[in-house]
């Protein structure tokens, strides 16, 4: 069954051949076009042409929504049945609560990702920064209720 993808971190998405990657850091990761519904990017990423093609001819669209979490666009293969489909996803992912704990989970690990980041840039220009409460933080072990 295909799966939506959550991309929590900024980076780059390419194509080489028949294969979509994910670059961030110099880390290069393939991502497996056949178990993707769709891409929904929670921080900045980059697409190539090439990407955008590839994903367009398997029929995934790309979602993105802004960093405070609002949606702000989508790129849609060309036809691409959206009026009911995406109502129903975005329905489907509110009433399943396991589903919708995944998302907030995936939102705190991209807050932890990039918060570090934030703190280690400062630290390394001589800001005195703990690191621990943030690094210990593990979204699989916290109970979030509604």
Known sequence: MKQPLYLTTEGILEREGNTIYFIREGEKKAIPINNISEILCLARVSLRSGAIAFLFE????????????????????????????????????????????????????????????????????????NFEDIENLNPDIQTFQH
């Not at 669209?61 to 802004?66: A, D, E, I, K, R």
């Not at 036809?79 to 996803?89: E, M, N, Q, S």
């Not at 998302?103 to 005195?128: C, H, M, P, Q």
């Open 58 to 129: 398997n029929c995934v669209p790309v979602h993105f929504l802004n960093m405070y979490g609002h949606y702000t666009g989508s790129l849609y293969p060309k036809d691409f049945l959206i009026a009911g489909k995406v109502l129903v996803r975005q329905v489907e992912y509110c009433i399943d609560k396991e589903k919708r704990l995944n998302i907030a989970k995936e939102f705190v690990r991209g807050i932890k990702y990039n918060t570090l980041k934030t703190l280690k840039y400062y630290s390394n220009r001589g800001k005195d920064i």
